[in-house]
């Protein structure tokens, strides 16, 4: 059984490893992802997240229906 539902996606969240910030993919991802997407590009997240960032509650209550 398939679920037919169509999902839009939000955006992107990009999180860092550390001691990646010197791979060359690393570099590039963030900016090979912007020219092909149209959502939110989220980045420099950090391992510790307590809470989701403004900008991510915000994408979140736009999606709400009311």
Known sequence: MYCRKQFA???V???SAP??????ATAT???I???ILNVPLLSK???NLKELPLDWR?????????
Do not use: F
């Not at 001691?19 to 060359?24: K, L, S, V």
């Not at 915000?58 to 009311?66: A, F, G, I, L, P």
């Open 9 to 11: 996606l939000l955006g």
């Open 45 to 47: 997240l950090g391992e």
């Open 58 to 66: 915000r994408m979140v209550d736009s999606t709400r229906e009311h």
């Open 19 to 24: 001691g990646m910030n010197d791979d060359i």
């Open 13 to 15: 969240a990009l999180m």
């Open 29 to 31: 991802n963030a900016d």
């Open 33 to 35: 992802l912007i020219k």
